[in-house]
């Protein structure tokens, strides 16, 4: 993921999940070990579509979704992907049989937090920085990949509860993906971020 992505994350993290609505780009550039100028250039756009207001020692949310969305256009799901492969097994023994330090993202990722689905899905997708177990436990297999492996970020970590991605990484997630049911989750999960 990119740097611009990752500082977007973490300003939807504290809109969304603490109701946090001033930030200054100095806190964000310490936080996540970036320069000023980074973030400087990743909050420009935000505040040309009315995302954020920029006001000379702060600035502030104006409006959640746009910046969701803007970040969704921007996201690129296939670039992180690590690893994938056929497992021949239901989602439910897929998500089951994961290593205990990877993290849910999409459909699964609604699933554990809301205990809920939208639809029926047929991919499991997760982030890792250790693929090698994942491989062990599942190897590759031709066919369709219904295990993803997105590459895990330093960062996330720290946002992440009970190995379930942040509400914003989800939704931009589930923007990327191009199955019919990804839109029935973003619907659902459209109402609870807001």
Do not use: C
Request: hydrophobic letters at 40%; zero cysteines.
């Amino acid at each position: 993921m990119k740097k611009t992505e990752i500082i977007y994350r973490e300003i939807l993290f504290d809109a969304i999940e603490s109701k946090k609505n001033r930030f200054t780009q100095l806190e964000l550039s310490k936080r996540l070990n970036v320069s000023l100028s980074t973030v400087n250039n990743a909050l420009r756009p935000l505040d040309k579509i009315g995302g954020i207001n920029i006001e000379k020692r702060f600035f502030s949310i104006r409006d959640i979704e746009k910046i969701l969305i803007f970040w969704a256009t921007k996201r690129n799901l296939d670039k992180d992907i690590i690893y994938q492969t056929n497992v021949n097994l239901s989602i439910q023994d897929i998500e089951k049989n994961l290593p205990s330090g990877i993290i849910y993202t999409a459909y699964s990722a609604y699933k554990f937090r809301f205990d809920d689905v939208p639809a029926d899905y047929s991919e499991v997708i997760v982030y890792s920085n250790n693929p090698d177990e994942i491989k062990a436990r599942f190897p590759f297999k031709k066919g369709h990949a219904n295990l993803v492996v997105l590459n895990q970020d330093k960062e996330m970590d720290r946002l992440t509860k009970n190995n379930i991605a942040p509400s914003a990484q989800v939704y931009v997630d589930l923007w990327n993906l191009g199955t019919w049911y990804a839109k029935e989750f973003l619907k659902e999960l459209e109402q609870k971020v807001r």
